[in-house]
């Protein structure tokens, strides 16, 4: 059980375009999902906590209307990346709190590529 | 700030061999402790959840905790190269309840 999955696993976009991706609970309910960003060789970077139904919370120093999040639903999580730009680039992973027990369960991640 | 520490390795140890993981964490109010394992360019996977003071044992894996000592550890017995991989420590804590995590410890299982 607690399957998270992330959708695309992997997506190369040109600068200034949208990037969507998508947090799933596969075999949950999951009133919280995080987002993270990790670069290479670095520790997990939280940058936002998702809850269903409200706004997002988001770390300091991220960019609110850069990193839209939304959780319209109990099993989704959905974050997009605006008008993308290459230091954008990184591995993107979601976590879904799975309550009780309080624990977190990660997606695969979704490496992005931005030229 | 809350904070989670980790050995910074990088840990190597022989095939067969106890791989032996340290953490300690600052904040008193932290209840619940996970050691995620994470491998080159993949997420991380949970491994293990310790909540009580004391060991806590799953198959090869034991976790301890001492609230005292604001110490959590994980060992590995019987070593496999494929538990080669970076551990990451984290803490449960705060109203938000979000994970603070450890910069992680690189362990190389060598065959």
């Known amino acids: 059980g607690a399957v998270v999955s992330q959708h695309p696993s992997r997506v190369i976009c040109k600068s200034g375009t949208s990037v969507k991706i998508e947090c799933r609970s596969l075999?949950?309910?999951?009133?919280?999902m995080f987002w993270y960003r990790q670069f290479p060789k670095q520790s997990l970077m939280l940058m936002a906590t998702?809850?269903?139904?409200?706004?997002?919370?988001?770390e300091q120093g991220v960019e609110k209307d850069k990193f839209l999040i939304n959780h319209a639903s109990l099993t989704l999580s959905t974050l997009t990346v605006t008008s993308a730009h290459p230091e954008d680039s990184s591995f993107y992973i979601c976590?879904?709190?799975?309550?009780?027990?309080?624990?977190?369960?990660f997606g695969p991640g979704t490496r992005l590529t931005v030229l | 700030q809350k904070e989670v520490e980790q050995n910074s390795g990088p840990l190597s140890v022989p095939e067969g061999a106890i791989a032996s993981l340290n953490c300690t964490y600052s904040d008193r109010v932290s209840q619940s402790f996970f050691w995620y394992r994470q491998y080159s360019g993949k997420s991380p996977e949970l491994i293990m959840s310790i909540y009580s003071n004391g060991d806590k044992e799953d198959g090869r894996f034991t976790a301890q905790l001492n609230k005292a000592s604001q110490y959590v550890s994980l060992l590995i017995r019987d070593s496999q190269p494929s538990d080669s991989a970076t551990y990451l420590c984290?803490?449960?804590?705060?109203?938000?309840?979000?994970?603070?995590f450890g910069s992680g410890t690189q362990l190389t299982v060598l065959p």
């Open positions: 984290a803490a449960l804590s705060g109203s938000a309840r979000q994970l603070t």
């Open positions: 976590s879904a709190r799975q309550s009780p027990p309080d624990t977190q369960y």
């Open positions: 075999d949950f309910q999951a009133t919280t």
């Open positions: 998702s809850n269903e139904g409200s706004k997002a919370t988001y």
